[in-house]
């Protein structure tokens, strides 16, 4: 309960109070930060109540209009999928894709950009390897984006996962990867 106290609460809704929305604010921040550093401790059966209950919330935090709140968000599920990469990682990554370019909201490609950024920057090169054409198309199309962190993110991000395109055609595509991530991957190679 302590992980997701505030992950799984309603998010305060614009007419909620400055204090209670910072206290929320502040809540989540910590909820986050606690399962970044316990989550890749998880076992199995914890791991699996995980994906159920407070990964979709965490998911959601990526979207969320502070700041502080994307970037714990970001870490968090970087932490998850490097520790839990055959279960974690195409969720995060089915989820990211489409919110990196929703010209919409910004927030949503910020959280977006940032995970997919932290993604290249801390994982293992053999880790990725499987998911660099999901990531390096997204990438691309932000680097483009009228603001201007997400077009730094996304080109560095970019130029650090292109020495790693001649590694993905003898790579094997992970057992967790779905039909529909297999597809978007070829369409994109």
């Not at 309960?1 to 614009?14: D, G, I, K, Q």
């Not at 989540?28 to 159920?52: C, D, R, S, Y």
């Not at 990867?177 to 070829?186: C, G, V």
Request: proline content about 8%; aromatic content about 2%; hydrophobic content about 45%.
């Amino acid at each position: 309960e302590c992980m997701t106290s505030a992950l799984l609460s309603p998010f305060p809704s614009s007419d909620t109070a400055p204090a209670a929305a910072w206290a929320h604010t502040k809540q989540l921040v910590e909820n986050l930060q606690v399962i970044t550093h316990l989550g890749p401790e998880l076992t199995k059966e914890a791991l699996v109540q995980f994906e159920a209950i407070a990964l979709p919330s965490v998911l959601q935090c990526i979207a969320h209009p502070h700041n502080a709140v994307r970037t714990m968000a970001a870490a968090c599920c970087v932490k998850m999928a490097a520790a839990h990469e055959q279960t974690i990682m195409t969720t995060i990554l089915a989820t990211v894709r489409p919110l990196i370019s929703d010209t919409t909201n910004h927030c949503k490609r910020c959280g977006a950009a940032a995970i997919m950024g932290l993604m290249v920057r801390d994982m293992a090169p053999d880790v990725l390897i499987p998911y660099a054409v999901l990531l390096l198309v997204p990438l691309m199309g932000s680097m483009s984006d009228p603001l201007h962190c997400i077009r730094h993110l996304a080109a560095s991000s970019f130029a650090s996962l292109v020495p790693l395109l001649p590694l993905v055609s003898s790579s094997t595509p992970p057992p967790e990867m779905d039909d529909e991530m297999l597809a978007m991957s070829h369409k994109d190679s």
